[in-house]
């Protein structure tokens, strides 16, 4: 066994529940803050955070039918989290029949370690729960690190569209995954 093995080992991937969505919340705004924090004006950074986390909202999103929420721990810790989401999609999406990857988001601390490539894989059969026959989501444009992931994972650029973030409006590229062709996950 390797010690990548080992360390794969102690990662659960589960549906959130309820309960979750305090430590969900944290880890969610944490997350984001991380991520964008330093490309972002406080000001819309700190709008976006309250309006978008919080054991309101994640209670919400954690009780709503169109949204499976798969958490990722390690020995019991949060180390990552995604939402799946049957929505609207956008018109470059076409009808490819998809539901959206609303959120993939992995602690700085298990960045390139292989959980996100397992997240992805339970994110695929979450998208198969609902009857979808593919995956969309949307990127900002200047996040090259997500786009690589999403790359290697079999994404394809289909156009862009615009995300809110606190008032300011940012362009994000969007990404298909098929999920009915030979080989896909
Ligand atoms: C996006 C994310 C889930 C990817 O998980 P990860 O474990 O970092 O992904 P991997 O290391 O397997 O793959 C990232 C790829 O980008 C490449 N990469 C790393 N840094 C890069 C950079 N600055 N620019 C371009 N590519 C980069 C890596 O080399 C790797 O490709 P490789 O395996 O072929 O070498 C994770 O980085 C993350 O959670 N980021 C913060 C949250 C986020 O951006 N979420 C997406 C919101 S849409």
């Known amino acids: 066994m ?21 430590a969900l919340a944290a880890f969610a705004a944490r997350s984001f803050a991380d991520t964008f924090g330093a490309a972002n004006d406080p000001a819309h950074l700190q709008a976006f955070l309250d309006a978008t986390y919080g054991v309101e ?3 919400r999103e954690l009780a709503d039918v169109d949204t ?9 810790e949060l180390v990552a989290y995604a939402q799946v989401h049957r929505g609207e999609a956008p018109a470059c999406v076409g ?11 992995v602690d700085r601390a298990a960045h390139g370690s292989g959980v996100a490539q397992r997240l992805m894989q339970a994110v695929c059969t979450a998208a198969r729960g ?4 593919g995956l969309w989501l949307g990127v900002w444009e200047r ?32 990404m298909l995954l098929p999920l009915d062709q030979p ?3």
């Open 57 to 59: 909202q994640q209670s």
């Open 130 to 133: 609902f009857g979808a026959r």
């Open 95 to 105: 009808a490819a029949d998809a539901v959206e990857l609303q959120r993939f988001y």
């Open 143 to 174: 996040n090259p690190r997500a786009i690589a992931f999403y790359a290697k994972c079999g994404y394809v650029d289909v156009g862009s569209k615009t995300f809110d973030v606190g008032g300011d409006r940012q362009s994000d590229r969007v």
């Open 68 to 76: 499976a929420t798969l958490l990722a721990t390690l020995d019991g």
């Open 2 to 22: 390797t010690t990548a093995d080992i360390f794969m080992d102690r990662l659960a991937i589960r549906r959130g529940l309820p309960a979750d969505a305090a």
């Open 183 to 185: 080989g896909a996950r």
